[in-house]
């Protein structure tokens, strides 16, 4: 089964995607390396040196491309989303995908797409790791806001609590939302590369922006009355890395969220709930799965009628692990927070820091039993100090319900630190 949200091609739209790309024989989509991608755009920029009816055309299309070794400057040119009669939509071939718990990001919500190249071996499971996806794949997430009532993405107001689209199936209507960044992994011959896009104000193309950006925007909060305002920060390629260099031994690049245990869920691609690892392997994006019941499951943190316990460590696995395990960036501090690390000092139970200066909190331990408010994790996740603060990178606001979460779990825990 295919998601529907497809942009519509036409045939002089294909002859022009034929001249500026290439396909086989077969029609299928071109691998674009660094010269003759360089060529296509010289000749693209000398043929149409203003925005045009073809460029648009060509956006409506969006046929998928993987550069080998070239860095597009327009999101557009990887062709995996495009901007269709005022939606944003996926071209032919592209995946979306949901996890059960994901990374807090300022209170986005988020698009993940995931695409193979035609021909391409399925990607190999791990029951811890990430999913070993073959030379060619491209995934991409792209970071947006509902607008509050009677804004336009240009306001720079964005709204805190809406609700995400029933199916993921359902295209993002454009005049209700803003579109802040699209991020690109891609695995090329050398490893994963990881590329920021900014969307433009008119909500029509996305820029490359290695250098990263800063926009100010106004969360509100409806249900609360309040306006926040704060900087959202995308990040340079530096610090992509810094969170998907999750091995501090070989600093590869590799994918966060695409685990199994986070991708282990019922998804509705617009034919009703099927087990998305099921429906990846019909698709050929993952090749063979063991039993049912011997792949791994992460808990939705948000959903109330899974235990406590299972909740909070699912949401500390997804924010914190990828730095936090035992080969990552944070491996010196002995804390080690995946949701297979059983209750004791390596998941901060009853732990003093090793070195972690300002960002203690003057608190003796990680966590302390039955005393959030004595925890040093409750402290990191509520500052906003960059010097203190948990997770480090990718986020300027407090998680309040993570605070929440984590604070009630911490509640919950039995034992004395002495």
């Given at each position: 089964?295919?998601?529907?949200?497809?942009?519509?091609?036409?045939?002089?739209?294909?002859?022009a995607?034929?001249?500026?790309?290439?396909?086989?024989s077969?029609?299928?989509?071109?691998?674009?390396?660094g010269?003759?991608?360089?060529?296509?755009?010289?000749?693209?920029t000398?043929?149409?040196?203003?925005?045009s009816?073809?460029?648009?055309?060509?956006?409506?299309?969006?046929?998928?491309v993987?550069?080998?070794?070239d860095?597009?400057?327009?999101l557009?040119?990887?062709g995996?989303?495009?901007?269709?009669?005022?939606?944003?939509?996926?071209?032919?071939?592209?995946?979306?995908?949901?996890l059960?718990?994901?990374?807090?990001?300022?209170?986005?919500?988020?698009?993940?797409?995931?695409?193979?190249?035609?021909?391409?071996?399925?990607?190999?499971?791990?029951?811890?790791?990430?999913?070993?996806?073959?030379?060619?794949?491209v995934?991409?997430?792209?970071f947006?806001?509902?607008?509050?009532?009677?804004?336009?993405a240009?306001?720079?107001?964005?709204a805190?609590?809406?609700?995400?689209?029933?199916?993921?199936?359902?295209?993002?209507?454009?005049?209700?939302?803003?579109?802040?960044?699209?991020?690109?992994?891609?695995?090329?011959?050398?490893?994963?590369?990881?590329?920021?896009?900014?969307w433009n104000d008119?909500?029509?193309?996305?820029?490359?922006?290695?250098?990263?950006?800063?926009?100010?925007?106004?969360?509100?909060d409806?249900?609360?009355?309040?306006?926040?305002?704060?900087?959202?920060v995308v990040?340079?390629?530096?610090?992509?890395?810094?969170?998907?260099?999750?091995?501090?031994?070989?600093?590869?690049?590799?994918?966060?969220?695409?685990k199994?245990?986070?991708?282990n869920?019922?998804?509705?691609?617009?034919?009703?709930?099927m087990p998305?690892l099921?429906?990846w392997?019909?698709?050929?994006i993952?090749?063979e799965?063991?039993?049912?019941?011997?792949?791994?499951?992460?808990?939705?943190w948000?959903?109330?009628?899974?235990?406590?316990?299972?909740r909070?460590r699912?949401?500390?696995?997804?924010?914190?692990?990828?730095?936090?395990?035992?080969?990552?960036?944070?491996?010196?501090?002995?804390l080690?927070?995946?949701?297979?690390?059983?209750?004791?000092?390596r998941?901060g139970?009853?732990?003093?820091?090793?070195a972690?200066?300002?960002?203690?909190?003057?608190?003796?331990?990680?966590?302390?039993p039955?005393?959030?408010?004595?925890?040093?994790?409750?402290?990191r996740?509520e500052?906003?100090?960059?010097?203190?603060?948990?997770?480090?990178?990718?986020?300027a606001?407090?998680?309040?319900?993570g605070?929440?979460?984590?604070s009630?779990?911490?509640e919950?825990?039995?034992?004395d630190?002495?």
């Amino acid at each position: 089964m295919r998601p529907i949200h497809r942009a519509r091609p036409v045939l002089a739209v294909a002859l022009a995607a034929w001249i500026l790309f290439g396909c086989s024989s077969s029609g299928e989509p071109a691998t674009v390396a660094g010269d003759a991608a360089d060529e296509a755009a010289t000749e693209t920029t000398t043929t149409q040196p203003e925005p045009s009816l073809l460029e648009e055309e060509l956006s409506a299309l969006a046929v998928p491309v993987f550069h080998a070794t070239d860095n597009p400057v327009a999101l557009s040119e990887w062709g995996q989303l495009a901007v269709s009669d005022g939606e944003l939509v996926l071209s032919d071939g592209i995946t979306p995908y949901a996890l059960n718990s994901a990374l807090f990001s300022d209170y986005t919500q988020k698009l993940r797409t995931v695409w193979l190249p035609e021909g391409s071996p399925p990607a190999t499971y791990d029951a811890e790791e990430s999913l070993d996806f073959p030379v060619g794949t491209v995934i991409t997430k792209t970071f947006y806001y509902p607008l509050p009532e009677g804004a336009s993405a240009t306001d720079l107001r964005v709204a805190k609590g809406a609700a995400a689209a029933e199916t993921l199936a359902e295209p993002i209507n454009l005049s209700s939302v803003r579109l802040v960044e699209t991020r690109i992994l891609a695995h090329r011959e050398t490893g994963w590369v990881a590329l920021p896009y900014v969307w433009n104000d008119e909500q029509t193309e996305a820029t490359l922006s290695r250098t990263g950006d800063l926009v100010r925007l106004t969360l509100v909060d409806a249900e609360e009355n309040t306006e926040t305002q704060f900087p959202y920060v995308v990040p340079n390629t530096n610090q992509c890395s810094g969170c998907h260099a999750t091995n501090h031994t070989t600093k590869e690049i590799l994918p966060i969220g695409p685990k199994v245990r986070h991708l282990n869920l019922d998804v509705d691609l617009g034919g009703g709930l099927m087990p998305q690892l099921a429906l990846w392997q019909d698709l050929g994006i993952v090749g063979e799965l063991p039993a049912d019941d011997e792949v791994p499951k992460s808990a939705a943190w948000e959903d109330p009628s899974i235990p406590l316990n299972d909740r909070a460590r699912a949401y500390l696995d997804i924010n914190c692990a990828h730095c936090h395990n035992k080969n990552g960036p944070a491996d010196t501090s002995g804390l080690f927070l995946e949701y297979s690390t059983q209750l004791g000092p390596r998941l901060g139970i009853c732990k003093p820091p090793i070195a972690a200066g300002t960002g203690t909190g003057n608190r003796r331990v990680g966590i302390d039993p039955g005393e959030p408010d004595e925890s040093i994790f409750i402290f990191r996740m509520e500052t906003a100090d960059p010097g203190a603060m948990m997770p480090e990178l990718g986020r300027a606001l407090a998680h309040q319900e993570g605070v929440d979460l984590v604070s009630e779990w911490i509640e919950s825990l039995d034992g004395d630190c002495g």
